[in-house]
């Protein structure tokens, strides 16, 4: 965000020169208008563990859980892979078979647009998971700042996708928009 504010007040200043602040005035007023949005959102989930919407199970419409698709081997593997790597690394590293075996799950789901949803959801609580652990980890502050921008973004678009599959749950199509 910084990187916007720095190349927004530069813009400002060389559109001055040449007559054109009340369009770059529009420009900077949207800029704090998305910024202001993504800081609301970020007040709406902080009170909540972030971890919150990744412990809910799919819903029935999201298809059999597991799919049959192997996942006590990709487990196993990943496991084998944990036991030489680091602390950070093996974190990581745990929040993919949940991730996968989720999506997999998501993907039986009878109607393309519900299988896309059940496989998203899964796909964003990774990106969840997978940020509290750079968040625990990382020591750069860029990538915990990083971090918590995807912590943030992902749960606003899990709620929504979730709202969508109830809405869908609740008759079929009634989640969609034409």
């Known amino acids: 965000m910084i990187w916007i504010k720095r190349k927004s007040f530069s813009l400002v200043q060389g559109c001055r020169s040449e007559g054109r602040t009340e369009e770059m005035n529009y420009l900077s007023w949207a800029a704090a208008a998305v910024l202001a949005a993504a800081f609301v959102g970020a007040l709406v989930v902080r009170d909540q563990p972030a971890n919150v919407a990744a412990a809910l199970p799919l819903p029935d419409i999201c298809?059999?859980?597991?799919?049959?698709?192997?996942?006590?081997?990709m487990q196993e593997h990943i496991d084998v892979m944990a036991t030489s790597a680091d602390e950070g690394h093996a974190a990581l590293l745990q929040t993919m078979e949940p991730m996968?075996?989720?999506?997999?799950?998501?993907?039986?789901?009878?109607?393309?647009?519900?299988?896309?949803?059940?496989s998203m959801i899964p796909h964003h609580q990774g990106a969840?998971?997978?940020?509290?652990?750079?968040?625990?980890?990382?020591?750069?502050?860029?990538?915990?700042?990083?971090?918590?921008?995807?912590?943030?973004?992902?749960?606003?678009?899990?709620?929504?996708?979730?709202?969508?599959?109830?809405?869908?749950?609740?008759?079929?199509?009634?989640?969609?928009?034409?």
């Open 63 to 73: 298809g059999d859980a597991h799919a049959d698709h192997g996942e006590a081997s």
């Open 100 to 118: 996968h075996s989720d999506m997999m799950r998501g993907m039986t789901a009878e109607d393309f647009q519900t299988a896309f949803v059940c």
């Open 128 to 178: 969840v998971e997978m940020a509290q652990v750079a968040q625990q980890f990382s020591d750069d502050p860029w990538i915990r700042m990083f971090a918590q921008e995807i912590i943030t973004t992902q749960q606003v678009e899990i709620a929504e996708m979730q709202a969508w599959l109830t809405r869908e749950a609740a008759g079929a199509g009634a989640g969609r928009t034409e």
